[in-house]
Every structure is written in structure tokens, then in C-alpha cells.
């Protein structure tokens, strides 16, 4: 029995998932199971636009859990990324209580009591009160659990990578002032990475290493399906069977599979019913983002149509 | 079954997916949860687990393919179709069962070996090489050479003496049978090496390939064999990367106690200017910028062709390489290199100025009239060559210049120390105005020349 288990859970993570709008392959349903039961986060890896994101957004709907977001850049550091002290609020605070201080501190007849009663009240100014927490200490803090995105880690320095280790294998930070703060319920954490650079391996050691790569053709028309309801199942598999297409040509960026759902919703606008010559000349715009690439696709439009329609008399 | 999982991750480390204990024990604790019923699954969760790289997942897709399909027991031929007949006949025929009885009567006093053998019972005869073959600790076969020492382990488990005792007394009495034996021990032997070859392949990739690549990295580069080149490629990326890892880590270090007086103002306008945060000065390494020139005549070529190589795989370490090449005359080819995959670079490059005996001199010349300015302060020059002039003027001049412009100048030769001086060699010459000179003839001197040349930026 416990052996049939898993592939049924694994189901069922595809199943909420498509309920969310994602169309997950078994590998991705795969991971977010696996992430689950070993409490490892997800280093998701790939080309731009083949829904990384969106997989962390699918995720926090289909279990109902905040989403909190964090976007990399170059430069990122502990202030912006894991708490900050309210130096404002502390200096204010210190001016406003400044008498009551001196009230305090005026019973002391020497200076070593009046550094001692001082003593206790030291800890006050570096209390929590006093921190603002950013993404990462906030992921910590929420009771239910969360959901945490660290988008595009690759483009964060090498520093902020090592920042992020004892988060991700232990779940805790620390924070020199306060002691470490551990996670209140293990939050689900999906790190996305372009491959602009190579991570650390300690970072990679950390997480469950996926890859998400285009996806084959009848799970792209599903995923069309899924996200433009409104677009016919003929030009579905045309359009599709044309990107398929469009990405064996060597491209500076090839479409992707929001490139894809743009596109259908574009032919869907223009009530297209097929794919037609002029049309998609027309509309290359939305699929190739580079001029260069679209002077090597727009030759080839005809003979893909040709072979997308092809492929659908006999699929 | 854990035995099982530590073979199959000491396999998928040979075939060069890099695991550390710790992922191993993630690796099993996420197969605990997902258990072994679904072959698709446990492949994605091992994927999952293990691999960190597009490369890392295909080989272990065929590590684990290779693991988990263990070879058939061989049938012999002739003895194939009663016992299809036993699998597809569901009511037994009297033949048959008069076959089974008969073989029962004459198995009388065989060994268990040969009892089973002809029974055919391919999963108990499965199940006995898995056993002997762990018993001969089989997955510490490392050289093809120790093929033959593991199949006869093997066969010592599994009792192969007995069998030739049995076979000798069966050849006496009963003839036919023998014959039947003799087939089946064949078809055993054939399963056994299969076996083991098969362990080979998973086992003792890592230690071939290294052992390769060090017999690789210590070979003359000018001498290798046209078979070898691909090898040698695939030896000098692995170069490049170890460099790469090594060297392109992080090259702004904040250093403490130099305040930057405008960024902490700035940062600290908020609080009204009450320096909470300080800000201090970094320091910027530059990379490397490397002007390598390279003799493409003759038995140098080849040397040049894997420096090339090597220094224009280097890009996140090095900032900006121009790379030159000469024999008679000195044309730039680093657009060529870019642009192109090695061997057709390699190719065009020769095809340009390649099989011409070299000149020194001229090509000096060359680089001095159109390329100089290349040079500033912060560059390295290389020089890849056997300072072997022909007997024309080596024009030591035009290097000095060069050694005076430039941050190192370095000469890297090919040949041995003591071949420098004799015959047409300008290397004494030429060697006073390098900061530099080193021998470069196989890929583990390459390396070590060209990652003293990058740490001398960091």
C-alpha cells in the first residue's frame, strides 16, 4: 500500500495545480511533492518565460498561503532582503524619553549605579519593536506558513548567496542583537534562477535542483488551453506545432511559454479561426523580441504553417 | 535495498555526477517518502535530488538506466523453446513433465549449480549472480583489465568447481546431459562477463578517466596522436573550468577602514545625515587583459592550438584577450577564435599564416607596426613559441619594448630546458626581457602557467 502512495499524491499536487492554472509535468509535481515531505526548497532553473514564477504563484494559491516575494538584484544586501533597525524610530524614541531618562537615571547616586540601572534598560532600543523585517524575515514570521520566492537569485552577488544558506537548510536567521529567529512553520521556499551565472554549490547542495526546460507539445496545448480558454482547438495545435517550430531555429531568444499564451491570445483578439500566412508575419512580433530574429524566422513562416497543419491531419 | 541505493550512488558518481554525503542522505530520504513502485518517479526523484546540472541529470539518466537493467540470463538456443513451451503451456503436457521428472532423476547427486542450470530458472539464476557478485565485491572493479579475475570470482561463488566435477562424471555416464550442461555453462560464462562488463561501466568510468586524463595531462602536447585531440579538448575545458571556479569569485572586496565619505553622507541623508551606516571604499582588482602571441609553424602548432583554446574559455576570469598568430607573419585571430569553433578557428588560422617556417623577427615587426597600442599597463603579454628564428635576426629589441609596456611578459616554450641555446634557439636571447620564462609542453604545465598568470591579478 505505501508503495502506490506517492505517485496518487503526486496526482494530486498536478491536480491542484492545474486547478491554479498550472499544467505541471510529472517532474514539477514530482518536486513540489517532494519539497513538501523533505522540507527542501526548489532551486528552479531555465530559459525566461517558461513559468518559474508562476509555479511559486500556482503553489501559494493552491494551498492558501501568503505569497511573499523577493526579487534579486545586483547589489541586494542583508538591509533590503532580511531586517533593518528603525534608526528613525530608535533616535526619536531616545529624544522623546530623553527626561524620563534622566528621571531614571537621577535616583543613582554614583555613576557606576546609574551605568548599571542603565544596563537594564539597554536591551529596550534593540528590541523587536525596533526591527523592520524584509522578505526573508517575514517568510519566518508568518504562523500559517508561506510561500517564499526568491526571484532570480542569479542576479545577486555571491555575498547574498551565503546569506541565504542557514535560511535555506535550517529555516532560522540571526540576528546579532536578538538571538536567531527560527521559523514559526517551514515555509515553502522556490528559488528561480536564470543561469546568467553558476550558483555555489553549498547554495545548490541546499535545494531539490529542477529544471524546467520548454515543454513538449501536447503539454504546451494543454497549458494554452488552460490559460486562453477561448481559442479553437485546430488553431490551438497550429499555433503550437508552429512555435515548436520556431524554436528549432538557432535564435538569440527563443520563444517561450508565455511568448506562446501571449501570442494565443493576441490570434484570439484578431479572431483568427487558422493560422494564416499573413497573419502570423503580422504578429511575429509578439513571439520573437529581437529584429534579427525575426528576419531569420519571417522566410520560414510558410513552410512551418505547412508542416504545423501538416502535423495536425495526422496527430 | 540500501545496499542497493550506495551502489547506485557510488555508480553515479563514476559516471561524473559530484554527490556528497549529505545528498545522499537527502536522496534517501526523499526516496523513503516516494518509494521504489514507480521506476518514472524514483528516476525524477533521484534527478531531483542528485544532479545540479543539465549535464549532471543526463548522465545520471544513463547511470540509472545502466544500473536498474540488469543482463537476462542467456538461454542456450536449443534449450529455448521447451522452456517456452513451459511458460506458454499453462496445462503440462506429458512431454514436458516427463522432461522435468527425467532431468529431477538424473540431477540426483549434481551439484546446485548444475541443478539449476538445468532447471532454467532464470530469476533463481539471476538472483545467483546478484549474490556471488556482491560476495566477489564486484562493484570494486575499477580497469578493464580486471574483467577476467571478477567473472571467475564470480563463478568460484556460484560453485563452478563443483560443476566441472559433475561434468567430468556426466561425460562418463550420461553423455547427452553432459552436452545439455556444457551449453548452459556456456551461456552462464556469457551472463557473467555481461555482468561484470557491465559493472565496468558503471563502476570504473571515474577511475579510467582519470587515470586517462593524468597518462593525458602529462603527455607532450606537440606529440599527441590525431585520435587523442578530442580527449585532450574535453581535457582542456575541464582546465578551463577549474579556472573559471577558481578565479572568477568574488573581485570587489570591501575594505575596511577607508570610509567613502560621499556614499555614507548620501546613504545617510534620511536620518539627517547621523551616520547609522557607513559605507567604505572598495577596491577594484581589474581582470586580466592578456595579449597572447602564438607560433603556429611546425611542431608548436598544436601546443598552440590547445593555448588558445584554453585562454578564450576563460571569460569570466579574463576581461579581454587578443590573441596573435605567426609564423612568417603575425596576423590577429582572435575574432576567428570567438567566432568560430576550434577547429575550424584552428583551421582558418592555419590555412592563413600556418606552414611557413617561423620569423621571429618579422613577426615582431608585424606587432610592433599595428598592434602596439594593444599593450597598456595592466596587460600580460604571452608568448607562445621555441624562439626558434632560422638563423634570422631575432629582433630581441622589439620584445624589450614590448616587456617595457606591458604589466608581465611572459614566454611560455615548448621545449625542454636544455634544448634552449642550441641550434637556431634565440631563447637566451630573448629571455633577459622576460619577467617569465617557463616550459610548456603538456596540459598540466599549460595549467599551472596560465592560473599563475590570472592569480598574479587577484
Known amino acids: ?243 515548436h517550430e520556431i524554436r528549432t531555429l538557432d535564435l538569440k531568444k527563443l520563444p517561450s511559454v508565455s511568448e506562446t499564451i501571449d501570442w494565443a491570445r493576441v490570434l484570439v483578439l484578431l479572431q483568427a479561426s487558422e493560422l494564416g500566412h499573413e497573419m502570423v508575419k503580422d504578429t511575429l512580433n509578439v513571439l520573437l523580441k529581437y529584429e534579427a530574429d525575426i528576419e531569420a524566422a519571417r522566410p520560414q513562416v510558410s513552410t512551418f504553417i505547412a508542416k504545423a497543419s501538416r502535423q495536425n491531419v495526422f496527430g | 535495498m540500501r545496499e542497493n541505493l550506495h551502489r547506485f550512488f557510488r555508480a553515479a558518481r563514476g559516471a561524473g555526477v559530484r554527490l556528497s554525503p549529505a545528498e545522499s542522505i537527502d536522496a534517501m530520504r526523499a526516496v523513503s517518502k516516494v518509494g521504489f513502485a514507480d521506476r518514472a518517479v524514483l528516476l525524477d526523484t533521484f534527478l531531483l535530488t542528485l544532479a545540479k546540472t543539465q549535464d549532471e541529470k543526463k548522465a545520471l539518466g544513463d547511470c540509472f538506466d545502466l544500473f536498474f537493467d540488469q543482463p537476462e540470463p542467456q538461454a542456450p538456443p536449443e534449450d529455448g523453446k521447451p522452456d517456452e513451451q513451459d511458460q506458454s503451456g499453462s496445462s503440462p503436457s506429458s512431454d514436458s513433465s516427463e522432461d522435468n521428472s527425467g532431468d529431477g532423476e538424473q540431477a540426483e547427486g549434481l551439484g546446485q549449480l548444475a541443478q539449476m542450470l538445468l532447471a532454467q530458472d532464470r530469476n533463481q539464476i539471476s538472483a545467483a549472480i546478484a549474490n556471488a557478485s556482491s560476495a566477489a565485491s564486484l562493484s570494486d572493479i575499477r580497469y578493464f583489465t580486471q574483467r577476467g579475475i571478477f567473472s571467475g570470482r564470480i563463478l568460484d561463488q556460484m560453485g563452478i568447481q563443483r560443476l566441472r566435477d559433475d561434468l567430468d562424471n556426466l561425460t562418463a555416464t550420461d553423455p547427452a546431459l553432459a552436452e545439455r550442461l556444457t551449453n548452459a555453462l556456456d551461456g552462464l560464462r556469457g551472463t557473467v562477463r555481461e555482468t561484470v562488463s557491465q559493472a565496468l561501466m558503471l563502476y570504473g568510468r571515474e577511475e579510467a578517466e582519470n587515470l586517462r586524463n593524468e597518462i593525458l595531462a602529462n603527455a607532450p602536447l606537440s606529440r599527441i596522436e590525431p585520435r587523442q585531440v578530442d580527449q585532450m579538448r574535453r581535457l582542456i575545458r575541464q582546465i578551463a573550468r577549474r579556472l573559471r571556479e577558481r578565479y572568477s569569485k568574488p573581485r570587489k572586496r570591501q575594505r575596511r577602514g577607508h570610509l567613502d565619505v560621499r556614499r555614507t553622507i548620501r546613504r545617510n541623508a534620511a536620518w539627517g545625515g547621523v551616520p547609522f551606516l557607513t559605507a567604505w571604499k572598495r577596491r577594484h582588482r581589474d581582470r586580466p587583459k592578456i595579449v597572447a602571441i602564438c607560433d603556429v609553424s611546425g611542431s608548436v602548432a598544436r601546443v598552440s592550438d590547445f593555448f588558445l583554446l584554453l585562454i578564450h574559455s576563460l ?113 637566451p636571447r630573448y629571455s633577459t626581457f622576460c619577467t617569465v620564462v617557463r616550459q610548456c609542453a603538456t596540459a598540466k604545465q599549460l595549467e599551472r602557467a596560465v592560473s599563475d598568470i590570472v592569480a598574479s591579478y587577484q
Open chain 1, 1 to 243: 500500500m505505501g508503495d502506490i502512495r506517492p505517485s496518487a499524491s503526486i496526482e494530486a499536487v498536478e491536480i491542484g495545480l492545474a486547478a491554479q492554472g498550472y499544467i505541471a509535468s510529472r517532474q514539477i509535481a514530482t518536486a513540489v511533492y517532494l519539497a513538501q515531505q523533505i522540507e527542501k526548497p526548489i532551486l528552479v532553473e531555465g530559459p525566461a518565460g517558461v513559468g518559474k514564477t508562476e509555479l511559486a504563484k500556482a503553489i501559494a494559491a493552491w494551498r492558501g498561503l501568503k505569497m511573499i516575494r523577493l526579487q534579486c538584484y545586483e547589489g541586494l544586501d542583508e538591509a533590503k532582503a532580511l531586517y533593518e533597525w528603525k534608526y528613525a524610530k530608535q533616535l526619536l524614541y531616545t529624544q522623546i524619553l530623553k527626561d524620563k531618562l534622566g528621571e531614571v537615571l537621577g535616583g543613582a547616586p554614583t555613576l557606576e549605579a546609574a551605568l548599571n540601572q542603565l544596563h537594564d534598560f539597554g536591551d529596550v532600543f534593540f528590541s523587536k519593536e525596533f526591527v523592520e523585517p524584509r522578505p526573508l524575515l517575514q517568510a519566518l514570521e508568518q504562523p500559517a506558513g508561506c510561500v517564499l520566492l526568491i526571484d532570480e537569485i542569479d542576479k545577486s552577488d555571491a555575498e547574498f548567496e551565503s546569506l541565504l544558506l542557514e535560511i535555506l537548510s535550517d529555516f532560522q536567521v540571526t540576528i546579532p542583537e536578538l538571538g536567531t529567529v527560527v521559523a514559526v512553520a517551514a515555509p515553502t521556499v522556490i528559488l528561480t534562477s536564470n543561469s546568467e551565472r553558476d550558483l555555489g554549490d553549498a547554495l545548490k547542495r541546499r535545494c531539490l535542483h529542477l529544471h524546467i526546460g520548454f515543454p513538449e507539445q501536447k503539454l504546451e496545448e494543454r497549458i494554452v488551453e488552460s490559460r486562453v480558454p477561448g481559442i479553437s482547438q485546430t488553431l490551438r495545435k497550429q499555433m503550437v506545432g508552429f512555435i
Open chain 2, 315 to 427: 571569460h569570466e576570469v579574463v576581461d579581454d584577450v587578443r590573441s596573435f598568430a605567426f609564423s612568417g607573419h603575425l596576423i590577429e585571430v582572435s575574432d576567428i577564435l570567438e567566432s568560430k569553433s576550434p577547429e575550424e578557428a584552428m583551421a582558418e588560422i592555419m590555412s592563413k599564416v600556418g606552414f611557413g617556417s617561423s620569423d621571429y623577427g618579422n613577426s615582431f615587426d608585424d606587432f610592433e607596426h599595428g598592434w602596439m597600442s594593444a599593450i597598456t599597463p595592466q596587460t600580460t603579454v604571452i608568448v607562445l613559441g621555441d624562439a626558434r628564428s632560422n638563423n634570422l635576426d631575432p629582433r630581441a629589441d622589439i620584445l624589450r619594448r614590448i616587456g617595457e609596456r606591458s604589466k608581465r611578459l611572459v614566454w611560455l616554450n615548448p621545449e625542454g630546458r636544455m634544448a634552449w641555446g642550441w641550434g637556431d634557439s634565440e631563447m
